[in-house]
């Protein structure tokens, strides 16, 4: 699976912005998607994740309620809707894929991935 994000670039505090994460193949509604954030000396941090069907659906709770994941399986793409922007979600975003299903922890964890995106950057300005 290759995965392409875009949607990324420059706004304002209060601002949104949608990235989208558009994979190859034919196997997309069989892998779970997350987004994850790196902002510039920091660690990757998670973000996200939606299971292959869209019901289960996890946030950071630096984000929850401000962002949205969805995806479509039909066009192979998951997005991330991100509103109310704070200067401090300011990072390259990255989405990835995992063949598996998930339980407790592993759901916010980047090491189960198995496809990742080259990652796409918002910088929010305040």
């Known amino acids: 699976v290759q995965l392409q994000a875009s949607g990324g670039g420059l706004v304002q505090a209060g601002g949104s912005l949608r990235l989208s994460c558009a994979a190859s193949?034919?196997?997309?509604?069989?892998?779970?998607m997350g987004w994850f954030r790196q902002a510039p000396g920091a660690e990757r941090e998670f973000v996200s994740r939606?299971?292959?069907?869209?019901?289960?659906?996890y946030y950071a709770d630096s984000v929850k309620g401000r962002f949205t994941i969805s995806r479509d399986n039909a066009k192979n793409t998951v997005y991330l809707q991100m509103n109310s922007l704070k200067p401090e979600d300011t990072a390259v975003y990255y989405c990835?894929?995992?063949?598996?299903?998930?339980?407790?922890?592993?759901?916010?964890?980047?090491?189960?991935?198995?496809?990742w995106g080259q990652g796409t950057e918002v910088t929010v300005s305040s």
């Open positions: 939606i299971s292959r069907s869209g019901g289960m659906i």
């Open positions: 990835a894929a995992d063949r598996n299903y998930c339980s407790g922890y592993r759901c916010y964890d980047d090491n189960v991935y198995d496809y």
């Open positions: 193949g034919r196997t997309f509604s069989t892998y779970d």
